[in-house]
C-alpha cells in the first residue's frame, strides 16, 4: 500500500543532534514549513499542539535540544495551521526508507 508522505528525520544542521521525525505529505522536495500536527516524534509536539490555544506565545521556537541552534519559528499558516517556517541552512533532513 503505497504512503500518502514521506516520512523525514530532522537534525541539526550544527551539531547533527537529532531534532524531530516528520511526515511530509505532497510532492514537493523542500521542507520550508513544518506542519505541528505532522511531526511524528517526540511525542511533546503533539502535546504542544493540544495544550496551546491560540496564542503563539505558548509555542515555542523549534530549537536544537544539544546546541541549542533555533531552525524553526511558530507561525500560522493560510490555513490556520500551527506551523514552524525553517530556517533555511540550519537544518539537515534525511529520508527515512
Ligand atoms: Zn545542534
Known sequence: MAQKYKTYDIRCGKCSEYILTYHKYGAGKGILRLYLANIA??????????????????????????????????????GQKWVFRMRQGLFHRKLKK
Open 41 to 78: 516524534a517526540p511525542k511533546s509536539f503533539s502535546e504542544l499542539l493540544k495544550s496551546s490555544n491560540s496564542s503563539i506565545k505558548s509555542i515555542p521556537n523549534l530549537q536544537c535540544p544539544k546546541c541549542e541552534e533555533v531552525i524553526g519559528v511558530p507561525a500560522k499558516s493560510k
